[in-house]
């Protein structure tokens, strides 16, 4: 992902129904990421009774957990959460692959904006920076999928 993120729009979230899953593995990592998304959506006005969030083992089963939530009636965006941090082999990269297809399908075949959120470094610091560090992926994880819900409402009538 590039370092020069667009400027965020001032989107109104008042409206939306936003679901959210995040994976457990890595969950130091993934709590950071999550509050901020959440403080994102809160601050862009997303009332706290409009997020559903749903945790699940790992990234490999976030794919499904976004598709039910996708599915449920008047869920406007999900947000699919996860950490894929390398080790000595490239199971984090085949994972982050099959997460990505699996996201990107559940989305085209729910209709529903699927943001993948699912972060894929090549080790722990990396890791660090984007989820509880310098680099703010959730608040841009949480504006891109404000951005697609205004736009799906926006197409929807």
């Not at 109104?12 to 901020?36: M, P, T, W």
């Not at 085209?108 to 090549?122: F, H, K, M, Q, S």
Request: proline letters at 3%; aromatic letters at 4%.
């Amino acid at each position: 992902m590039s370092l020069s993120a667009p400027t965020p729009s001032n989107i109104d979230g008042s409206a939306f129904q936003v679901g959210i899953v995040a994976a457990c593995y890595n969950e130091k990592l993934i709590n950071g990421l999550l509050v901020r998304v959440l403080e994102t959506l809160h601050a862009s006005g997303v009332k706290e009774e409009s997020i559903r969030t749903i945790r699940v083992p790992g990234s490999h089963e976030v794919p499904w957990a976004a598709g039910e939530l996708a599915r449920s009636k008047g869920t406007d965006v999900v947000i699919a959460l996860g950490v894929l941090i390398g080790g000595d082999t490239n199971h984090h990269e085949m994972v982050g692959q099959s997460v990505s297809h699996a996201l990107q399908s559940a989305s085209l075949a729910t209709r529903v904006p699927i943001i993948n959120g699912v972060i894929v470094t090549n080790n722990l610091a990396q890791a660090k920076a984007r989820t509880i560090g310098r680099i703010d992926r959730g608040a841009e994880f949480a504006y891109a999928a404000l951005e697609m819900a205004a736009l799906r409402k926006k197409l929807s009538s």
